[in-house]
């Protein structure tokens, strides 16, 4: 639950080539079900800014999607599921505790790894990395990053 609450973010996305673009969005997490699940929604560009005809940011694309993630104690991780219809992207990850960080791994149904990380995590920031494998982690490909500031924390408001 430590993220619960909303995101202001910067968005870094990589292409292959090594061209980099920049973009923000935000995120809003809480709890559902309950209490017995998180639900987060993450939006690129943000939702003031999103109109028809806006350009789709490369790599990245334009997302407007949620995350449904249940903890399950039996094998002390998170069945997490990503649903974009944006972007018609569907996802299965489990997501453990590494040291600090929140890793998260599943694969899509072309049979290629996908990890996504929270790093650097604070009571007011993370960093996400969104990263992809297509040689079964041979070696991976930096897709996207984010960077995430609480809403209305002085580190938001330090940093717009």
């Known amino acids: 639950g430590q993220f619960v609450g909303s995101w202001n973010t910067d968005i870094v996305s990589h292409e292959q080539n090594g061209t980099d673009h920049c973009g923000n969005g935000e995120i809003h997490f809480g709890w559902v079900l309950e209490g017995r699940a998180i639900q987060d929604v993450w939006m690129i560009p ?3 800014e999103r109109r028809p005809g806006i350009p789709t940011m490369p790599v990245a694309g334009n ?8 903890y399950d104690p039996a094998i002390d991780a998170w069945h997490i599921l990503w649903t974009d ?3 018609q992207i569907y996802t299965q990850q489990i997501g453990r ?3 600090n960080d929140i890793v998260q ?3 899509l149904s072309n049979g290629a790894i996908l990890r996504w990380s929270f790093t650097e ?3 007011n920031s993370f960093h996400w990395l969104g990263e992809h494998s297509a040689d079964d982690g041979a070696s991976w490909w930096l897709q996207v990053e984010v960077i995430a500031r609480r809403a209305g924390s002085a580190a938001a408001s330090e940093s717009a």
């Not at 997302?63 to 249940?70: A, I």
Request: a positive charge; proline letters at 9%.
């Open 46 to 48: 943000r939702r003031a």
């Open 97 to 99: 505790r590494r040291g």
């Open 121 to 123: 995590i604070t009571p």
């Open 85 to 87: 219809p944006a972007n």
């Open 105 to 107: 791994e599943g694969r």
């Open 63 to 70: 997302w407007y999607g949620t995350t449904l993630r249940v």
